[in-house]
């Protein structure tokens, strides 16, 4: 199907274990958007790509990693899972450089559950 | 000073009522803005583009004043459907010449019968 998936849709982790959440769309999208949200916090941004194998940090980068070999795949690794990082998470791709108002629309995931015990 | 700001809410109101909404953010070089609708437990989708002359979409108005860096969202006529966490949303450039779309923390809408 076309669109953005994120698996897995629910994760429950312990403490000090590795993670990956894997995002993937089918528009080829150059932009690519890790989101997380908590209560209070709204959607912080954790990391962005602009373009394949182009990464950057957002607000929150802090225990998390991600990579982008492929256009279509942005995954993000929690290296070692901390309860701090229990949250949902979202993945968002938009089609162009947001600069243009008009068609610019950044689509979202179904959201990751992530519960680290 | 965070990057965009929202009043949180709830904002309840009775069904037909006008609602209006605020956002306010930092970075003046900010180029694109909108709102988007974040239903419980869903992801957000969007609701609007915000262009600098205004723009309207059946019940829904938005507005930009780039001068005071705000940003507006009026709901004229509330449904109950309408209940939901309005996202102001800034693409934000970046010193790395690319741009990352920055969320506030949302305004919940509770509409009443």
């Known amino acids: 199907d076309a669109g953005i998936t994120q698996s897995p849709r629910y994760k429950i982790t312990e403490t000090g274990r590795q993670v990956t959440l894997m995002c993937h769309q089918t528009?080829?999208?150059?932009?690519m958007f890790w989101y997380r949200q908590d209560l209070g916090h709204g959607l912080r941004l954790i990391y962005y790509s602009a373009a394949a194998d182009i990464t950057d940090k957002g607000e929150v980068p802090d225990g998390y990693v991600v990579s982008r070999s492929k256009t279509e795949n942005f995954p993000l690794t929690l290296e070692s899972a901390t309860r701090s990082q229990t949250s949902v998470y979202f993945c968002?791709?938009?089609?162009?450089?947001?600069?243009?108002?008009?068609?610019?629309?950044?689509?979202f995931g179904q959201g990751t559950r992530l519960t680290v015990v | 000073r965070k990057e965009v700001e929202q009043d949180p809410g709830p904002f309840n109101v009775p069904e037909g009522a006008t609602v209006a909404f605020n956002c306010t953010y930092s970075?003046?070089?900010?180029?694109?803005f909108f709102w988007y609708r974040q239903d419980c437990r869903k992801e957000p989708k969007l609701l609007m583009s915000?262009?600098?002359s205004g723009n309207e979409d059946g019940r829904f108005t938005a507005q930009l004043n780039r001068a005071s860096q705000y940003i507006s969202l009026l709901i004229r006529d509330s449904k109950l459907s309408d209940s939901a966490t309005y996202l102001c949303?800034?693409?934000?450039?970046?010193?790395?010449?690319?741009?990352?779309?920055?969320f506030g923390t949302g305004t919940r809408l509770l509409v009443s019968p």
């Open positions: 915000v262009y600098s």
């Open positions: 949303v800034v693409n934000i450039p970046t010193n790395t010449g690319f741009q990352k779309l920055v």
């Open positions: 528009w080829s999208h150059s932009y």
């Open positions: 968002a791709s938009s089609r162009r450089p947001l600069m243009d108002p008009r068609n610019t629309e950044a689509f």
């Open positions: 970075n003046s070089a900010s180029q694109s």
